[in-house]
């Protein structure tokens, strides 16, 4: 109730005005635009100007306002980014100052850990997101089989589609970089490691294992179970999306391993002849980690340099918890980790049935233990760029894959030292 009655702070000539920023897609800015116009209703004296990209080039613009203190005062940040902007947990206002006026018991103790830094809370997590499978069960059922469920059925199923579907039918698509999360999902079962360990500077895997990382990468392409990078690419790029892929939306490519919060993008381009659905998490027997790769989704965070932290606080508050807001920004962030959003949207009916299937069996994995936090420097730019790079080049066989992992070895740990 404070929320909707703060204003303009005392002695303030004239409204306060706050900057937002964020990156989405089209549906995501037209919600939190609405969003913001509820806000200022019920906030006089309090404007929003919104600051709104797409994802390419965000992480720089906002790395050049840190760096030079010029940052809005609420962003939406990846979760890694942490790692980058605020290692001593000082790079963003500390939450735990204004717990009175944050519904902090509307998340887990988990939760507010991961957005914990040296015991700052640096943010609160908008929603929990991880890689899942996702089967397009028509495809599966013209080639007559059923979605696998197991490792062996997924790579079984490559010269079946290709026999019974095309030479350009594939059981599963995806950018060469979802690939090799792919891969490291079949070895961290395996062998229960991760490519970085999660709290030492260095590389987890040992060389052997990393050279299998690679060759796992190598067998899907090499069985017909993925579509290979240089045909991908011959169709406007190695990276471009799935759902901008024609084989996509005519079901000749049936699956994909993606983010739960990608789903209705996925689901967007099909065809009224295919039929999405999300697969059981393939694992291998035994396995003691289940390799899913998960995390929080996004943080909203306040910048410490913010001349009204009061304001920008009830407005973070109000977009990531208040149930009008949920009602306005919908899933766009993901299923809310915030229990009063979220059972807002509930009782609407406002969750998608395969977003809840998602987020229902990756609740599992966490709560069963099975679901490792990754390292936050797995995601720093130029960890992506190495992995990119070395994997491309495994993939037009310009690389071994003993010489591959050397590269990951040895650049993995000079990264990691620098990265730290």
Same mark, same amino acid.
């Given at each position: 109730?404070?929320?909707?009655?703060?204003?303009?702070?005392?002695?303030?000539?004239?409204?306060?005005?706050?900057?937002?920023?964020?990156?989405?897609?089209?549906?995501?800015?037209?919600?939190?635009?609405?969003?913001?116009?509820?806000?200022?209703?019920?906030?006089?004296?309090?404007?929003?100007?919104?600051?709104?990209?797409?994802?390419?080039?965000?992480?720089?613009?906002?790395?050049?306002?840190?760096?030079?203190?010029?940052?809005?005062?609420?962003?939406?940040?990846?979760?890694?980014?942490?790692?980058?902007?605020?290692?001593?947990?000082?790079?963003?206002?500390?939450?735990?100052?204004?717990?009175?006026?944050?519904?902090?018991?509307?998340?887990?103790?988990?939760?507010?850990?991961?957005?914990?830094?040296?015991?700052?809370?640096?943010?609160?997590?908008?929603?929990?997101?991880?890689?899942?499978?996702?089967?397009?069960?028509?495809?599966?059922?013209?080639?007559?089989?059923?979605?696998?469920?197991?490792?062996?059925?997924?790579?079984?199923?490559?010269?079946?589609?290709?026999?019974?579907?095309?030479?350009?039918?594939?059981?599963?698509?995806?950018?060469?970089?979802?690939?090799?999360?792919?891969?490291?999902?079949?070895?961290?079962?395996?062998?229960?490691?991760?490519?970085?360990?999660?709290?030492?500077?260095?590389?987890?895997?040992?060389?052997?294992?990393?050279?299998?990382?690679?060759?796992?990468?190598?067998?899907?392409?090499?069985?017909?179970?993925?579509?290979?990078?240089?045909?991908?690419?011959?169709?406007?790029?190695?990276?471009?999306?799935?759902?901008?892929?024609?084989?996509?939306?005519?079901?000749?490519?049936?699956?994909?391993?993606?983010?739960?919060?990608?789903?209705?993008?996925?689901?967007?381009?099909?065809?009224?002849?295919?039929?999405?659905?999300?697969?059981?998490?393939?694992?291998?027997?035994?396995?003691?980690?289940s390799g899913m790769f998960g995390r929080p989704a996004l943080l909203f965070s306040v910048s410490k340099h913010t001349k009204h932290p009061e304001a920008a606080v009830a407005l973070l508050r109000y977009l990531s918890a208040s149930p009008e807001a949920a009602a306005l920004l919908g899933v766009t962030r993901g299923i809310p980790s915030a229990a009063t959003a *979220?059972? /807002?949207?509930? #009782?609407?009916? &406002?969750?998608? @049935?395969?977003? !809840?299937?998602?987020? %229902?069996?990756?609740?599992?994995?966490?709560?069963?233990?099975?679901?490792?936090?990754?390292?936050?420097?797995?995601?720093?730019?130029?960890?992506?760029?190495?992995?990119?790079?070395?994997?491309? *080049?495994? /993939?037009?066989? #310009?690389?071994? &894959?003993?010489? @591959?992992?050397? !590269?990951?070895?040895? %650049?993995?740990?000079?990264?990691?030292?620098?990265?730290?």
């Open positions: 109730m404070a929320a909707t009655a703060l204003g303009a702070p005392a002695g303030a000539q004239g409204p306060v005005t706050l900057r937002f920023l964020w990156w989405g897609g089209s549906d995501r800015h037209a919600r939190t635009l609405k969003a913001l116009q509820a806000f200022e209703a019920g906030h006089p004296g309090l404007r929003v100007k919104a600051e709104y990209m797409g994802f390419n080039g965000y992480l720089e613009k906002l790395t050049t306002q840190m760096v030079g203190g010029t940052e809005p005062d609420l962003l939406q940040i990846n979760w890694a980014w942490l790692a980058m902007f605020s290692r001593q947990g000082t790079g963003f206002l500390d939450l735990n100052a204004h717990q009175a006026s944050l519904p902090l018991v509307d998340y887990t103790p988990d939760d507010l850990a991961l957005c914990t830094v040296q015991g700052k809370l640096n943010g609160l997590p908008l929603s929990y997101t991880a890689r899942v499978f996702l089967w397009n069960t028509a495809a599966f059922q013209r080639a007559g089989l059923a979605p696998p469920s197991g490792w062996d059925e997924l790579y079984a199923a490559g010269p079946v589609f290709k026999q019974r579907l095309g030479e350009r039918a594939y059981p599963i698509d995806g950018e060469p970089y979802d690939m090799l999360l792919l891969a490291q999902t079949y070895i961290q079962q395996r062998h229960g490691t991760p490519y970085l360990h999660p709290s030492e500077p260095r590389v987890a895997m040992s060389r052997e294992v990393l050279v299998e990382w690679v060759q796992t990468f190598e067998r899907l392409y090499a069985s017909g179970t993925a579509t290979p990078v240089p045909y991908r690419a011959s169709l406007g790029g190695a990276e471009k999306p799935i759902e901008q892929q024609p084989d996509w939306v005519v079901g000749r490519w049936a699956g994909n391993y993606t983010w739960d919060s990608a789903i209705r993008l996925r689901q967007s381009t099909l065809d009224a002849a295919q039929r999405l659905d999300v697969g059981d998490f393939l694992t291998l027997p035994g396995a003691r980690t *979220r059972a /807002a949207l509930e #009782r609407a009916g &406002a969750l998608p @049935a395969l977003e !809840r299937k998602a987020a %229902e069996q990756i609740r599992q994995q966490r709560e069963a233990g099975r679901l490792e936090l990754p390292a936050m420097r797995f995601e720093d730019a130029r960890f992506r760029r190495l992995l990119r790079e070395v994997f491309e *080049r495994v /993939a037009y066989r #310009r690389i071994s &894959a003993p010489d @591959a992992a050397q !590269r990951l070895l040895d %650049e993995g740990n000079a990264l990691s030292r620098k990265i730290r």
